[in-house]
């Protein structure tokens, strides 16, 4: 369906609107009382968050377009049924749904809820990339948060192994200046190493240099997390759940990412829930795993 399908089946004038965005496929703009927030249908990458009374949260970077080949670094792509390349040599980087258009499935609001719910199914298409049998339903709201919920289901007669992962890009004044809170204590791989490191991180986690920390989570319901900007005075609380694996990166100056500036590197970092690293999880015939991510920004001043 086009945009103005979209708005003719589930939109809502000032809360739910449907528009014309990446690549000629249609994006979402939720909005309440709280704040707004634009999900592209493909590859349900949430491009924007805006709470009332705030400076955006997500970085996008100055190219604003792409097709379905290219990676995007900005929002929140999401990574399915691999985060990363490790997993499967067979997958593509952070796997095939990100290059996949999303259905809508519904959306509804409230006085403190605006929300909409995308799928995306097994066809012929991605059983020529993955040859498994699946359902997955991504719901986005905005309320006092930005709350993310990605569930897989297994739609199939065989189990089948699969991680997965949210990539969130978080809008920041300067690099430098910005730590990282609530992972103090834990182990973790230093990808830029390529090692794992001699110990578990003491304290907040400085960004003064490239960073790609992978980090192992306690086997607890809830983790969370906080990006202190002192240059936007301000932080940003990520609190997330069914996620083994936490992942902050920055790429710092080394080499070219083809959608960024040669200063976009100053201008965020990243802070995902990853289900599994390097493995995978089972998904047994008629389960369906969840993770959950809310996002909330809070003044400091």
């Not at 705030?54 to 900005?74: A, C, I, T």
């Not at 929140?76 to 749904?97: D, E, M, T, Y």
């Not at 986005?140 to 993310?148: A, R």
Request: contains cysteine; aromatic residues 10%.
């Amino acid at each position: 369906m086009n945009a103005e399908q979209l708005n003719s089946r589930f939109g809502a004038p000032g809360r739910i609107v449907f528009r014309d965005g990446l690549a000629g496929y249609p994006e979402v703009v939720i909005a309440c009382q709280y704040g707004s927030a634009a999900i592209a249908l493909l590859g349900a990458n949430v491009l924007s968050y805006r709470p009332t009374g705030h400076s955006p949260v997500l970085f996008r970077p100055e190219k604003r377009d792409h097709n379905r080949g290219e990676s995007f670094h900005g929002g929140i792509p999401v990574c399915w049924p691999q985060f990363g390349n490790r997993f499967s040599k067979n997958l593509p980087q952070h796997g095939f749904a990100r290059k996949l258009v999303f259905e809508v499935r519904g959306t509804e609001y409230s006085e403190e809820k605006t929300e909409v719910t995308l799928g995306l199914r097994s066809n012929d298409e991605t059983r020529k990339l993955w040859p498994h049998d699946f359902d997955l339903e991504y719901r986005v709201s905005v309320t006092m948060k930005l709350n993310l919920s990605f569930k897989t289901c297994n739609t199939g007669t065989e189990p089948f192994d699969f991680n997965c992962g949210l990539h969130p890009y978080f809008l920041l004044r300067e690099r430098d200046a910005v730590t990282v809170r609530g992972l103090a204590g834990d182990s973790y791989f230093d990808g830029v190493a390529g090692a794992p490191a001699a110990e578990p991180l003491a304290g907040d986690l400085p960004l003064t240099s490239e960073v790609d920390h992978i980090f192992d989570l306690p086997e607890e319901s809830k983790h969370e997390f906080a990006i202190i900007d002192p240059g936007l005075d301000r932080a940003i609380a990520l609190v997330s759940t069914g996620n083994l694996k936490t992942v902050v990166w920055n790429p710092g100056q080394r080499g070219s990412i083809a959608d960024l500036g040669p200063d976009d590197w100053r201008r965020f970092v990243c802070v995902e829930p990853v289900s599994e690293w390097p493995g995978g999880r089972p998904l047994a015939p008629g389960e369906t795993y969840e993770l959950v991510a809310a996002i909330q920004a809070t003044l400091k001043g």
